[in-house]
């Protein structure tokens, strides 16, 4: 259902826009769609505690990735997490994982920014997304 919606998006902003190089973000169920469309269609993504992708999802990416995660997460678990930095290790692509304490699962896009801890990683999220952004999306790697 997700995954054609998507695939129009980057058709159209190729064709229609002449956009050459494509960034993704993904939050939660966002993330499996940076991650799909990372083989083919996008140049590098930027992911915050991902949900639901599978190994060979992972496996079959080709360009640069970054994740934020959290220590409190029954989603992205420590298993995934490690799993995960294993397989990025395997197919050799650039990677950063950020792990940040005390936060749970969407802390980035539904955390109380009035508690310190929280407010601080949102933000730190925010610039590793940016700062990702500006090597491999700006920088031309």
């Not at 058709?11 to 956009?19: E, H, I, S």
């Not at 989603?75 to 997490?81: A, G, I, K, S």
Request: net charge negative; glycine share 8%; charged share 25%.
């Amino acid at each position: 259902m997700v995954d054609p919606i998507v695939k129009e998006v980057l058709a159209t902003m190729k064709q229609d826009y002449g956009v050459e190089k494509i960034g993704a973000v993904g939050y939660c169920f966002g993330a499996k769609y940076a991650i799909r469309f990372l083989p083919s269609d996008i140049a590098c993504a930027y992911i915050a505690h991902p949900a639901h992708v599978g190994p060979e999802e992972l496996r079959a990416i080709k360009g640069p990735l970054s994740i934020t995660a959290c220590e409190i997460d029954d989603v992205f678990t420590v298993e995934q997490r490690h799993k995960s930095e294993a397989i990025l290790r395997e197919i050799d692509v650039p990677y950063q994982i950020n792990l940040f304490s005390k936060v749970t699962h969407g802390f980035t896009v539904r955390g109380d920014p009035s508690v310190r801890i929280i407010r601080w990683s949102k933000e730190q999220a925010f610039y590793q997304a940016v700062q990702w952004f500006d090597e491999y999306l700006k920088g031309g790697n």
